[in-house]
């Protein structure tokens, strides 16, 4: 190609970048997508946005669909995040990789009502708002077609959140918002990141109490494709707010991998007594049964609940399994020797084998989160 082809495609001089980024987080959400789009290019005609779609590796090839979409419009983006898992923590990168002073968070099956995105920005707009909320709580909002359980169980979210976001929010459970660049950025380090309820978090993370508005809307059903929605949802926003009220002194993390250690303490000694004193091995051989159905119940829990949003698969999950034994191997001799130690030198067994316990714990928390699910380093 010689230089004057070359200048003829590259003909386009510096253009603005976008005011409102409207960040979408997808996983298997491809055949939403055309039609997300459309619906934003009619209700933001004269705004100046872009979309970002951050998908997590989807395996419907939603991120393909979207590149697609962005060959012909420049407005579309796609962020793809391969190993990844987690709503809010792909929100949170989607801003990260914007320039726009406006961010609106949406779900990508058309749950939310996109015909507000004007509003809201016109109401940050004006001043003295951080964030407007859309709100299926306030008059005139809705939760469309959900059935009473799920009714019942966002209710009980709502009062949990309490302890952490101020009592005057309808809504603090809805994914439908709009908020300034500055409110992120100051509130970005402090972010959790886990789970689907980032609106939560960053009340809860925000130096400052952010002013905030709702604006009322009915939450439609799912256009197509079909719900993330399980009980890992639950226990995420469990951590969640562990993380908002105890993670300065003691990561949430952590208290997850003491309640799957607590809970693995219980199948050993199920084991023990099946192998032990029903079947009639020998000791040995049921304490050595124990310990590796235990141990591997433990690894599988973790992996499912304590790092859902890194969870290892395949061959991964067989190598995380040897390092998890290996780990927990040099936790138990670590265990027995403290234990033994301060029960020599002080003469009392319970605070010994407790101290042993402890140790044990921090150890294998500590030494799984560098060997086995390493978090990517924050700078
Ligand atoms: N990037 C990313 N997006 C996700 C993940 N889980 C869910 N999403 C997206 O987050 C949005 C909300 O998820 P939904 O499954 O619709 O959750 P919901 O709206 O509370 O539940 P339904 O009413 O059943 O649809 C959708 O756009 C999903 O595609 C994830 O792990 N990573
Ligand atoms: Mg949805």
Same mark, same amino acid.
């Given at each position: 190609m010689n230089n004057s082809n070359l200048a003829d495609d590259c003909t386009d001089g510096p253009a603005p970048g976008p005011d409102l980024a409207v960040i979408i987080p997808t996983f298997n959400e491809s055949d939403n997508v055309r039609e997300l789009i459309e619906r934003l290019k009619q209700s933001l005609a004269g705004c100046s946005w872009e979309v970002i779609f951050v998908d997590d590796d989807s395996p419907d090839g939603t991120a393909g669909v979207v590149r697609e979409m962005g060959r012909n419009d420049v407005r579309v983006r796609c962020v793809q995040r391969i190993g990844r898992r987690g709503l809010s923590s792909a929100c949170v990168e989607g801003m990260l990789a914007t320039t726009a002073a406006y961010f609106a968070v949406m779900d990508?099956?058309?749950?939310?009502?996109?015909?507000?995105l004007p509003q809201m920005l016109g109401m940050l707009r004006?001043?003295?708002?951080?964030i407007v909320v859309g709100s299926r709580?306030?008059?005139?909002?809705a939760v469309g077609e959900w059935d009473a359980k799920r009714v019942e169980i966002s209710r009980f979210a709502t009062r949990l959140s309490r302890a952490v976001v101020p009592?005057?929010?309808?809504?603090?459970? @809805? +994914?439908f918002f709009m908020l300034r660049r500055e409110l992120f950025e100051a509130s970005v380090r402090k972010? @959790? +990141?886990?789970?689907?309820k980032l609106l939560v978090d960053l009340f809860a993370s925000a130096p400052q109490p952010p002013k905030f508005k709702e604006i009322p809307y009915e939450f439609r059903s799912r256009r197509a494709g079909s719900s993330k929605l399980d009980s890992a949802v639950a226990w995420d926003y469990g951590l969640l707010l562990i993380d908002k009220l105890v993670g300065r002194f003691l990561p949430a993390r952590f208290v997850a991998f003491a309640v799957v250690g607590v809970l693995g303490i219980a199948v050993h000694f199920l084991v023990l007594i099946l192998a032990?004193?029903?079947?009639?091995?020998?000791f040995s051989v049921g304490q050595g049964a124990a310990t590796g159905i235990a141990m591997t119940f433990n690894y599988w829990l973790n992996n499912i609940v304590t790092y859902s949003d890194m969870r290892l698969r395949g061959w991964r999950w067989l190598r995380g399994w040897m390092w998890f034994v290996a780990v927990c191997s040099i936790g138990a001799v670590a265990n027995i020797g403290v234990a033994s130690y301060l029960f020599r030198w002080r003469g009392v067994w319970v605070p010994a084998a407790l101290a042993g316990i402890v140790v044990s714990s921090v150890w294998n928390f500590v030494a799984t989160s560098i060997f086995i699910w390493a978090k990517p380093r924050r700078a």
């Open positions: 990508g099956d058309m749950q939310h009502d996109e015909r507000l004006a001043g003295g708002t951080d709580y306030t008059r005139g909002g009592a005057g929010l309808a809504d603090p459970m @809805s +994914g972010l @959790s +990141g886990i789970g689907f032990f004193r029903v079947l009639h091995y020998s």
